[in-house]
């Protein structure tokens, strides 16, 4: 998934994937920002992966890596309440909302990205455990 593209309305994205509210796109986007910058950040400073980045994509995994990773740090103990209450149960629910935007001109997307990629990437009781969260805070210094 790459940045945003264009500006779709707020209505055209949640006309397409169900029971999310604005916030939680908005989280998305901003988590897209958050995983792009840090998947490119590493691949800059690690020779093995090639330097510098090409593009601005990221992988639906990556993606879903990026956006635990960006709830924990907004939210943290907080985040799995923050994100069910949006609706946010599974990494799938990431995927019908990028490709919500993606329809509506709000992403894009490469011809190998599929809702697919999304599916079960973690288990949520296990990403956003106390103990996972405690740990992701301290590491990130929080």
């Given at each position: ?26 989280f ?13 950040e ?22 879903c ?17 923050v ?24 992403m ?8 697919d ?26």
């Amino acid at each position: 998934m790459s940045k945003p593209v264009t500006a779709a309305t707020p209505h055209q994205i949640l006309a397409k994937a169900g029971p999310y509210p604005l916030p939680a796109y908005q989280f998305v986007q901003e988590g897209l920002r958050f995983t792009v910058r840090r998947v490119h950040e590493q691949r800059a400073h690690d020779d093995g992966l090639g330097g510098g980045p090409t593009t601005e994509h990221v992988s639906g995994q990556q993606l879903c890596m990026g956006l635990r990773d960006y709830a924990i740090e907004q939210f943290g103990m907080l985040a799995r309440p923050v994100l069910e209450g949006w609706s946010i149960r599974r990494t799938d629910d990431f995927g019908r909302m990028v490709f919500a935007m993606i329809e509506a001109g709000a992403m894009s997307k490469t011809p190998q990205d599929t809702p697919d990629d999304f599916n079960g990437v973690y288990d949520f009781d296990e990403a956003f455990a106390s103990e996972h969260v405690a740990t992701s805070m301290r590491a990130a210094g929080a």
